[in-house]
C-alpha cells in the first residue's frame, strides 16, 4: 500500500444536518484526514460553511441531479484529486458508494405495493428517468471504476440488473460510533420520563424518514393490530403526518439526541419495502434493542432471526409483523438477549468502516495512477 499522501475527492449532492449520508461523510473525512490524507468535497450550497471543516470544498450551483451530474463532470479537470469517490449518481467517477442502493430495484418493488392512482402519476416523474440514467452511467456503461455496496443483496441488484463485474464491488457493512449508543443506554430513564412513558409500558420505535418506502404505515397498523395497550409507537423523522393517523403513534419529528432515545426504546420497527442497509437499525442493534425488519433490508443479512430480532419475509405481513411484536413484548426474553445484541452491535463500528474504505480508496487511487502513469500528488 502506499505510504503516499493522496488527495482524495468526495462528491455529495444537497444536505440535511440529520441525514446519515452526511454524518458518515464527516466520519470518513475525519478518518481520512487522520490517516494522513487530504480530501476535497464537491458539494452544493446547501453545505454550511462549519460543516466540512477537513479541507477544501468547491461549491457546486446545480440543484438539480442530472445538473449537477454535468457540473460535476466539467469541474472534474479542475479538481486536483487522485481518487475520486462519489456518494451521489453521477456520469463517472473513480470508485462509487451505492450508499443509497439500487433505484430500479427500488422501483421494481415498490410498484408491488402501489395504487392505480399512484402507478399512474409515477409514469410522468421526470425525476425517477434521470437517476435512471445516471444509475445505468456508473453501472450498465461501467462508469464507476470500483462500487462499494453496504450489503449482499445491494451488490446481488446491480450484477443481476446492470450486468456490473462482481469482481469490482466491494462488500462494506455500515458502522456507527458503537460507544456513543453504549453510553446513552444509562439514560434510559431519564429518556423514558421524557417519552412519558410508565413503567410498564412497551415502547416501539420507528426512525427514519421516507415513510412510503420505510413501511410507516405498516408499522401502525401491526401495532394497532395487536391491541396490546401498553404497547406505544414512536416515529422519529420527517414525514406527511396527515397521511398517517393513528391514536397509538406519537410523531417527534426530527430528534437531535437519537442515542437516548434508541436507550428509551423497548422494540425497534421497520417494516421497510427497500433499505440497502438502515443505519437506524444498527443504531437500534448498538443501544440493546432487538430490531424487527424485512428481508428487503440488507441489514437483516447481519441479525439472526428471534435472537436479535426478527426477520419478515414480506412488508405487509401484518400477521408476522403482530407475531414478531408479541415475541419481543417479553421483558425477561428483551433482557436476556440484551448483551447478545449489543455484541453483535460491536463488530460493526464506524472505525472498521472507514478503514476498509480508505483502502479501497488508496488502492483506486494507485490503479488510476498506473493506468495513467502518473505519480499520485504528494
Known amino acids: 500500500m502506499s505510504p503516499q499522501k493522496l488527495t482524495i475527492g468526495f462528491v455529495r449532492r444537497g444536505y440535511s444536518a440529520s441525514g446519515g449520508a452526511e454524518a458518515y461523510l464527516k466520519r470518513l473525512g475525519r478518518g481520512v484526514v487522520d490517516a494522513g490524507h487530504n480530501v476535497h468535497l464537491l458539494a452544493t450550497n446547501d453545505w454550511p460553511r462549519d460543516a466540512w471543516t477537513f479541507g477544501a470544498i468547491t461549491r457546486l450551483h446545480s440543484g438539480s441531479t442530472i445538473t449537477f451530474a454535468d457540473e460535476v463532470e466539467e469541474l472534474r479537470p479542475q479538481v486536483r484529486c487522485d481518487v475520486l469517490m462519489s456518494l451521489e449518481r453521477v456520469w463517472r467517477c473513480d ?19 402501489a395504487t392505480p392512482v399512484g402507478k399512474f402519476f409515477r409514469r410522468f416523474n421526470r425525476k425517477h428517468d434521470d437517476i435512471l440514467r445516471l444509475e445505468k452511467s456508473l453501472l450498465a456503461e461501467r462508469g464507476a471504476g470500483r462500487v462499494i455496496v453496504n450489503s449482499r443483496m445491494v451488490q446481488n441488484e446491480i450484477v443481476d440488473l446492470y450486468g456490473y463485474p462482481s469482481d ?6 455500515n458502522g456507527v460510533p458503537i460507544a456513543e449508543f453504549r453510553e446513552a443506554i444509562a439514560k434510559r430513564e431519564q429518556g423514558r420520563a421524557a417519552l412519558g412513558l410508565a413503567p410498564d409500558e412497551i415502547a416501539v420505535l420507528f426512525v427514519g424518514s421516507g415513510w412510503e418506502r420505510k413501511g410507516l404505515s405498516f408499522a401502525i397498523e401491526a ?13 422519529a423523522g420527517r414525514g ?4 398517517y393517523k393513528s391514536a397509538r403513534a406519537q410523531f417527534l419529528g426530527t430528534v437531535v439526541d437519537l442515542a437516548q432515545l434508541y436507550a428509551a426504546a423497548d422494540i425497534f420497527l421497520l417494516p421497510t419495502i427497500y433499505d440497502p442497509f438502515s443505519n437506524a437499525c444498527l443504531e437500534a442493534l448498538a443501544s440493546g434493542i432487538p430490531v424487527i425488519t424485512t428481508r428487503a433490508n440488507g441489514f437483516s443479512e447481519i441479525i439472526e432471526d428471534g435472537v436479535h430480532g426478527s426477520i419478515i419475509d414480506l412488508s405487509d405481513n401484518g400477521a408476522a409483523l403482530c407475531g414478531a411484536l408479541k415475541f419481543w413484548s417479553d421483558e425477561t426474553r428483551r433482557r436476556a438477549a440484551r448483551s447478545t445484541i449489543i455484541g453483535r452491535a460491536s463488530q460493526f463500528d464506524i472505525s472498521k468502516n472507514v478503514a476498509q474504505t480508505l483502502q479501497i480508496l ?5 490503479s488510476a495512477a498506473l493506468t495513467s502513469g502518473k505519480i499520485p500528488n504528494t
Open 240 to 243: 406527511n403526518r396527515r397521511r
Open 168 to 173: 469490482k464491488i466491494d462488500i462494506v457493512p
Open 362 to 366: 488508496v488502492q483506486a487511487a494507485a
Open 223 to 235: 401495532v394497532e393490530a395487536g391491541n396490546d395497550p401498553k404497547m406505544r409507537l414512536f416515529v
Open 95 to 113: 470508485v462509487y458508494r451505492a450508499g443509497d442502493g439500487v433505484h430500479r430495484a427500488w422501483l421494481e418493488r415498490r410498484e408491488k405495493f
